[in-house]
């Protein structure tokens, strides 16, 4: 039986996941105004990442016969001046959730829930994945200058973006 701290947290957390997929979908149409057919398609592989992302918090409630609450969800951020501006929002979200996930990991310790903290491991593993892939691309944008203007490296990183997205 979970703590009913957790289970807030847990609820919070599926929440959260759902707001990541709306954010990436957010920007995959952002990128997909300004024409910028490669990250679109990056951010466009992130929505269903964020929604299996999800359903493994609900499953593990399920399966601890805990209650699911879904709750509100903010609208995402819509408007950006360029798409670095739109990396650098995705990488600092990527670690904000990592905190999340880090502060749920701390208080499942703190309650001596192993199950949880067991449970949270795929999700900090997941975590460094997501922020070696956001600071990857901001090493990318850095490596060919990269301001926001298009021009040739507005070119590069989109098709860089593209590239990444296939392997995704
Ligand atoms: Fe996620």
């Known amino acids: 039986m979970l703590k009913a701290n957790i289970i807030e947290k847990l609820n919070a957390q599926v929440n959260a996941e759902?707001?990541?997929?709306?954010?990436?979908?957010?920007?995959?149409?952002?990128?997909?105004?300004?024409?910028?057919?490669?990250?679109?398609?990056?951010?466009?592989?992130?929505?269903?990442?964020?929604l299996a992302h999800r359903d493994k918090?609900?499953?593990?409630?399920?399966?601890?016969?805990?209650?699911?609450?879904i709750g509100a969800l903010e609208a995402p951020r819509a408007d950006y001046n360029n798409l670095v501006e739109v990396i650098e929002a995705a990488y600092a979200h990527e670690k904000k959730v990592t905190a999340m996930i880090n502060d749920i990991?701390?208080?499942?310790?703190?309650?001596?829930?192993?199950?949880?903290?067991?449970?949270?491991?795929?999700?900090?593993?997941?975590?460094?994945?997501?922020?070696?892939?956001?600071?990857?691309?901001?090493?990318q944008i850095a490596l060919v200058a990269?301001?926001?203007?298009?021009g040739e490296a507005m070119f590069h990183i989109n098709q860089y973006l593209q590239r990444l997205a296939q392997t995704l």
């Open 18 to 50: 759902m707001f990541s997929s709306n954010m990436y979908l957010q920007m995959s149409a952002w990128s997909e105004d300004k024409g910028l057919a490669g990250a679109a398609e990056f951010f466009k592989k992130h929505v269903p990442e964020e």
């Open 57 to 69: 918090f609900i499953h593990y409630l399920f399966e601890c016969g805990a209650s699911v609450r």
């Open 105 to 139: 990991a701390n208080l499942a310790l703190d309650e001596r829930d192993f199950n949880t903290f067991n449970m949270l491991q795929w999700f900090i593993a997941e975590q460094r994945e997501e922020e070696v892939l956001f600071r990857g691309i901001l090493d």
């Open 146 to 150: 990269f301001k926001g203007q298009s």
